[in-house]
Nanobody, 117 residues
Framework: QVQLVESGGGLVQPGGSLRLSCAASGNLFSAAVMGWYRQAPGKQRELVADINTGGSTNYADSVKGRFTISGDNAKNTVYLQMNSLKPEDTAIYYC???????????WGQGTQVTVSS
């Protein structure tokens, strides 16, 4: 099993910034992909950004230029720096840790991000 501990969510005004962290522990494996997904009320869960152990990243078009994902392989931790936040970024953000084949796939419990004045 793999455990994921997320932190950093909260309430922020439009234009503000937040940094999410997700630390993985347990039966970890090499060549993993870690990422952030989000789900807003009434909408499907969607990819925000992910990063593999080689450092390659992938972003949703809606967050490109505003969000940055980074990873610390030594700490098995992934970060999501979110700048220029918009009300439409409001959602529960979930951390995901998976193998490249998706055969092993783990999710965090989620952290709420609310962008509102």
């Amino acid at each position: 099993q793999v455990q994921l501990v997320e932190s950093g969510g909260g309430l922020v005004q439009p234009g503000g910034s937040l940094r999410l962290s997700c630390a993985a522990s347990g039966n970890l494996f090499s060549a993993a992909v870690m990422g952030w997904y989000r789900q807003a009320p009434g909408k499907q869960r969607e990819l925000v950004a992910d990063i593999n152990t080689g450092g390659s990243t992938n972003y949703a078009d809606s967050v490109k230029g505003r969000f940055t994902i980074s990873g610390d392989n030594a700490k098995n931790t992934v970060y999501l720096q979110m700048n220029s936040l918009k009300p439409e970024d409001t959602a529960i953000y979930y951390c995901r840790y998976r193998s490249r084949s998706y055969l092993r796939d783990y999710w965090g419990q989620g952290t709420q991000v609310t962008v509102s004045s």
